[in-house]
């Protein structure tokens, strides 16, 4: 079965939501990404902001590369309070 999608819209303008992981990363009326990170992780945004940057171009092109752009953000959040000696726990409460 063949999953490949020919056609796609251009830019992905998803609903925007204020909680939980929706919060995290949404997309602005022009396609691009907006991160609302956890205050702990504010300080290293630049650093997230450049990796979605390489993968997406800056952009949600659909919803999938939405959902793999959030699943991404939520995966740097929790490396980067590990790597950086904050709870765990404590950086998902802030994410949900």
Known sequence: MNTLQTR???TYSGPMTSN????????????????????TLK????ELERLLGKC???KATSADSLALARQMS????????KQTGQSIDQCLSELS
Not at 25 to 31: H, P
Not at 43 to 46: A, K, N
Request: charged share 15%; hydrophobic share 35%.
């Open 8 to 10: 796609y819209k251009p």
């Open 20 to 39: 939980g992981i929706e919060h995290l990363l949404s997309v602005a009326e022009n396609g691009n990404f907006v991160l609302s990170l956890p205050p």
């Open 43 to 46: 300080d290293y945004q630049q």
């Open 56 to 58: 997406f171009s800056g």
């Open 74 to 81: 939520i995966n740097w959040c929790l490396s980067k309070c």
